[in-house]
């Protein structure tokens, strides 16, 4: 680095022994000789101070141990777009003697290949390159004007994350030549973006997927800068701090998916905020700290005019912890998928909290990235009616439509129970007896077993715990029929459903969870 800098390096990125630095102070420190810059390490840990020296200050810095001097020739302040990517993807050739071996730069790395000449030799062209990924290469600004569009015009995809771009003008100068960018990774770029009362930003024509995430941008300057995006259908902004202030307008009307996650201001009145954005089918919400939820336009058992495309909802490692938040997302009109991993509610007994979630929520196709096949969502429902089925009586609840009246308490706490009971019946006396908890006798089914395929194996009759898996039911027909555990295939018959088979395909849940009960039938085949 030249020793002689103007006072334009504040703020600029620089690279120190891997570890990534901003620039908050160029200039002398007494009593020691020489010019210093003073940098905020992204790792706070990183550092020695707060921008502070012998009792007087040079710079702010967030953290107490920030901040550091360094001298000038410690920092790399990077490379511009092209050299970065001719250092990383041009090819040098070997001697054609050499059977065809030849050497591409990865990095710094010199790696031999063989056989792969046509594919190596186009990649070796920069002006046909269309994906390309330059994360971690000091990247700094885009280099003389035009050199990036007469080189690689065609570039479709562009990783730049984790690299030394300081202002949103250096991306912009970079993006402007590349008329063909859809794709732009800018993650851990820590960058100055510009705000309201500036001019308005350079478009960005063809972008449909842009990552914003760990560069500091605001909920303001995602809105300002937006109007240059026209097109997008994917934005992430993980982990920058925001809190969501207004409603876009006129912006991000394309975005199909938004992902909010590790944003700990976001609340419930912030969501609304963006809930008229028309075509948002994706938003991702996890570790914000999000604990309730609230549709004020939609009363109980009614759809919400809010959020009327979302179809994938992503809520893990959150504080949600009260039913109330699952009930109103059955008043989404499109939500078929649902991700609600490491949450207080989802703790303790899993396989029945993931029952009640999918009774509650009654057009949900998707857990947790899992397939509800029918056969599961029935159990589910005839469970979660079974269950509640007391509290449901003691409500004003009746077999009886004229007298069913359970009073607004319990229809808040449970709105799909009403429509469940039409779906399968109200629940019988008999099916509501209080079970003795605890007691072994309590929890056994005693289920005929047979083998369709097999007449001359007799009908056996076994008494299994409710709550043993397929996995260990089939463990036991294996030894009892002696046939391998794999060749095994069970489904079911219920009195209550005659005529009708139903498969047991999850070996990883109960006998209860697919709702075999006593005096039920198990069909065995292999």
Known sequence: MNETLTSDVIGRRVEVNGEHATVRFYGTVPPVAGLWLGVEWDNPERGKHDGSHDGT?????????????????????????????????????????DDGEQVVMIGNRPVKTIGFDSVLKKQSQLSNLQEITLRGCTVSCAGDKGSIAQACPHIRDVDLSKNLLSVWDEVTDIADQLRCLEVLNLRENKLRFPSGSSSPPRKFSALKVLVLSQTGITWAEVLHCAAAWPALQELYLESNNISISERPVDVLQMVKLLDLSSNQLIDENQLLLIADLPRLEHLILSNTGISSLHFPDAGIGCKTSMFPSLQHLVVNDNGISQWSFINELDKLQSLHSLSCLRNPLTEGNRAETLQFIIARIGQLRTLNRCQILPEERRGAELDYRKAFGNEWKKAGGHQDPDKNRPHEEFLAAHP???????????????????????LLRNQLLTLQIKCPNRLDQKVLEKQLPEHMTIQKVKGLLSRLLRVPVSDLLLSYESPKMPGREIELENDQQSLQFHSVENGDCLLVRW
């Open 416 to 438: 799909r129970y009403q429509s469940l009971c039409l779906k399968y019946g109200a629940p019988e006396d008999g099916e509501l007896k209080t079970q003795q908890a605890f």
């Open 57 to 97: 200050r040079y710079f702010q810095c967030r953290h107490p141990t920030g901040g550091s001097f360094i001298r000038l020739h410690k920092a790399n302040f990077g490379v511009d777009f092209l050299t970065a990517l001719r250092k990383r993807y041009v090819l040098k050739d070997r001697p054609e003697e």
